[in-house]
């Protein structure tokens, strides 16, 4: 139990699907992160959020829609999505020396 | 182009022996590195890091070795338990502890009874 939580575990959605991804964290953090792992892909960065605003979205489609409604709360909003999409996602936290906090993941699959 | 690179995507080691996993990194500003354990079904939790001042740091059974003329940073875990099978990811970033985590693509390890 890392103090991240995220729901679903597993999403299975069709390419006009309309879906949203939630993650929660306790730990005070003031950085939040989604990443998405392929398989056989180094872990990648999608956005960041600092104090609730967005500091980096690392060229993501729109199709992918953050929100960050506060400092403990992070959605990850999923519309019209492709195939290739399917990946696990996964939100993180930082502690303030830098270490990520990772939840659990929502395996997504896009039929 | 990888900036952090794991090239054994696995590796198998005996109950009891030394279990070293490598990473190497392109780019010179990087000035912070971690390595992240992950179990199947979980998300990757912190393990140990290092800043590019120092050259080892020593956890446990766990120390992390950087070698900056080489690009090139190790796990060490010793003595290996078969719990510390998992999915290992060597992450590095710039601007120390606060900078964005570059992650690589993580070494399987096995740790045989």
């Known amino acids: 139990e890392t103090g991240v939580t995220q729901t679903p575990r597993h999403l299975v959605m069709g390419m006009t699907n309309k879906k949203s991804l939630k993650c929660e964290q306790h730990?005070?953090?003031?950085?939040m992160y989604w990443y998405k792992q392929s398989a056989k892909k180094p872990l990648e960065l999608m956005f960041v959020y600092n104090f609730k605003e967005q500091t980096e979205n690392n060229s993501v489609p729109s199709r992918f829609s953050p929100e960050c409604p506060n400092s403990s709360h992070l959605f990850l909003h999923l519309h019209t999505l492709q195939p290739e999409d399917s990946a696990l996602y996964l939100c993180?936290?930082?502690?303030?020396?830098?270490?990520?906090?990772f939840g659990e993941g929502s395996r997504l699959t896009v039929l | 182009d990888q900036q952090v690179k794991q090239n054994s995507p696995s590796l198998s080691v005996q109950e009891g022996r030394i279990s070293i996993l490598n990473c190497d990194y392109t780019n010179s500003m990087f000035d912070y590195f971690l390595w992240y354990k992950k179990y199947p079904a979980e998300g990757p939790t912190f393990l140990i890091s290092?800043?590019?001042?120092?050259d080892k740091n020593e956890d446990g059974r766990f120390t992390v070795f950087l070698n900056k003329s080489a690009k090139h940073l190790s796990l060490h875990i010793v003595p290996s338990q078969p719990g510390d099978s998992a999915v290992y990811f060597c992450?590095?970033?710039?601007?120390?502890?606060?900078?964005?985590?570059?992650f690589g693509k993580g070494t399987k390890l096995s740790v045989k009874p």
């Open positions: 992450a590095a970033s710039v601007g120390g502890s606060q900078g964005n985590l570059i």
């Open positions: 730990l005070g953090h003031n950085a």
């Open positions: 290092i800043s590019s001042i120092k």
């Open positions: 993180a936290s930082s502690h303030p020396t830098g270490e990520l906090f």
